[in-house]
């Protein structure tokens, strides 16, 4: 089970909830069971008005979940994502620190989720 914590400059505090490992949710799908207001539009990688900035609880942990194409070419396209974030992904299983909240899910390890609240801005 993952712990996952949410901030964000529009809510009066951090939230923490429990993400169950193996589940395919998004992390966009357990915000909202959980009423943490992350902008979204599409809920598909087009938009990219869900960005977040994802810190994880223990560094040597953390695992990479794939990048959808769809999730790379709008984090480049915001300036969020390099080339080297792409390799340090697809070949060392390194997630880099922006993803989409309809794309990312969490896995079993403990992370805190950072957004500001407007569209498109982590």
Do not use: W
Request: glycine share 6%; aromatic share 6%.
């Amino acid at each position: 089970m993952a712990t996952v914590t949410f901030t964000s400059p529009i809510m009066h505090g951090p939230k923490s909830v429990y993400a169950v490992a193996g589940d395919t949710k998004t992390i966009l799908v357990l915000a909202e069971e959980n009423h943490i207001p992350i902008p979204f539009d599409c809920r598909d990688g087009n938009c990219a008005s869900c960005l977040i900035e994802v810190t994880y609880a223990e560094p040597s942990v953390k695992k990479g979940i794939t990048l959808t194409e769809k999730e790379k070419l709008k984090l480049k396209e915001l300036g969020k994502l390099t080339a080297q974030d792409i390799e340090d992904a697809e070949v060392r299983d390194l997630p880099p620190p922006y993803r989409l909240a309809c794309q990312f899910i969490a896995r079993d390890e403990d992370v805190t989720i950072s957004f500001t609240g407007a569209p498109g801005g982590a």
